[in-house]
């Protein structure tokens, strides 16, 4: 019996594309996802909500409250996605004992997470990371790596050099890389009247931040346009990471869907980026109005992300993926895999695009010819590739991804009322 896949085969076949090669080359493309997805952004070392313009809306029961329970939520999400993938720490997820007892952040040391690297070792996970500078007393009047006040600014740099090591530990013993990725919230509410002053104590906090060289690292700086609370003034823009990264080899500027104005196209950003860094980290999310972290869904500006990933010269091998949403309104480990899911839909997608023809016509001026193909692919029988790939990975297909959600919350989330 001929399969629905096997039409799909053909017909792809008949445009160039090899659905085999597509499958393989994306199963081994890794996604790096988010650990603040199950847990709604709390962390472990502090009590109290979220500072710094970040907010996290929606009370569904059920949110993990310590190491054992984000993994096994994690373990159960990652479960229903095909591909590899990566795990994405901050530093606020160290997993404290009364062997190791809780340390403030500029303390922290690798053995607070060593629960961490042992369980992805399990699990087949590589492992990303990040300073947590934000939910804290130290955050001065929403001001870290950027304030006025010199104990402030030494306790951040202190905070993000140890959270390097940790960074070089880590990858050490998964015999891996790490992403180390720096975003602070610093701005101001009301018009300010000194910008260079901030933006140069930034400058050099980051300067001794990175003055150890670590060869495992990957180290990243994060922009955004603006936070709650923080309208008027973001310290660390896009311009000053680009050219901080453009002027210190070894750093890069990571783009983060939700972090620009929404009439920006970030998709586009990705090209101009890869002519001249050997990396481009993002952070794929999904604003509405304004940089709001809703579950990747996918959509228009997913799918043309993707497609630049998939068809610029050497940005398949360049650009680490990472995702960044958290909704406390909706069940946390079914977010984490329709999101994560969306992301690797969308790189199947792009990866199943006659993107070679597409190009060849825009070079020779035939833009009504490409119209006409680009329109034509749309209606190619993607969900039968979908479906495929993610029998072949072991993975529900989306049909069948909601009652094991619903089977897991079933017996699971009751346990923490």
């Known amino acids: 019996m001929t399969t629905m896949y096997e039409l799909a085969k053909e017909e792809y076949a008949a445009l160039g594309i090899d659905t085999e090669a597509v499958m393989a080359k994306l199963a081994d493309k890794p996604i790096s996802v988010h650990c603040w997805q199950g847990d709604d952004v709390l962390g472990f070392d502090q009590v109290g909500g979220l500072s710094g313009g970040i907010q996290t809306t929606g009370n569904y029961p059920g949110r993990a409250r310590s190491f054992e329970e984000l993994t096994a939520d994690f373990e159960a999400a990652m479960a229903l996605v095909p591909g590899a993938k990566r795990i994405n720490l901050h530093a606020s ?40 500078i934000f939910g804290h007393p130290m955050m001065n009047n929403e001001l870290s790596l950027s304030s006025p006040d010199a104990a402030t600014r030494d306790f951040w740099i202190r905070h993000c050099q140890a959270c390097r090591k940790i960074s070089q530990q880590i990858a050490e013993a998964l015999g891996d890389e790490t992403l180390c990725n720096i975003w602070i919230p610093d701005g101001l509410k009301d018009v300010p009247a000194d910008r260079y002053g901030l933006r140069e104590r930034l400058r050099d906090s980051l300067d001794a931040i990175y003055a150890e060289k670590y060869d495992r690292v990957i180290d990243s700086c994060e922009s955004k346009v603006f936070g709650i609370g923080l309208e008027s003034m973001t310290v660390g823009s896009n311009e000053f990471y680009l050219a901080y990264a453009a002027t210190h080899p070894g750093v890069y500027d990571l783009l983060d869907l939700g972090h620009f104005h929404p009439t920006e196209n970030v998709a586009d950003k990705l090209s101009a980026l890869l002519l001249f860094f050997d990396k481009v980290p993002l952070h794929v999310t999904r604003p509405i109005r304004w940089d709001s972290d809703h579950v990747v869904l996918f959509d228009d500006p997913v799918k043309e ?30 977010a984490w895999a329709i999101g ?23 070079d020779t001026y035939r ?7 680009a329109e034509q692919a749309k209606s190619m029988p993607f969900g ?15 049909g069948e991804v909601y009652p094991l959600v619903a089977a897991y919350e079933a017996k699971i989330l009751p346990t923490r009322q």
């Open 93 to 132: 997820y160290a997993v404290f004992t009364d062997e190791n007892p809780w340390v403030d952040r500029d303390a922290l040391e690798y053995k607070h997470f060593e629960p961490w690297v042992t369980w992805a070792k399990e699990h087949g996970f590589g492992i990303d990371f990040n300073p947590t």
């Open 305 to 334: 992300m993707a497609m630049e990933i998939a068809h610029c010269p050497g940005a398949w091998e360049k650009v680490i993926i990472g995702l960044d949403f958290f909704d406390a309104s909706i069940n946390r480990v079914g």
């Open 340 to 362: 994560t899911r969306a992301m690797e839909k969308s790189l199947l997608y792009a990866l199943l695009q006659p993107a070679a023809q597409l190009k060849e016509m825009q």
């Open 367 to 373: 833009f009504t010819e490409k119209m006409a193909l």
């Open 384 to 398: 039968a590739v979908w479906d495929e790939y993610c029998r072949r990975e072991g993975c529900p297909t989306d």
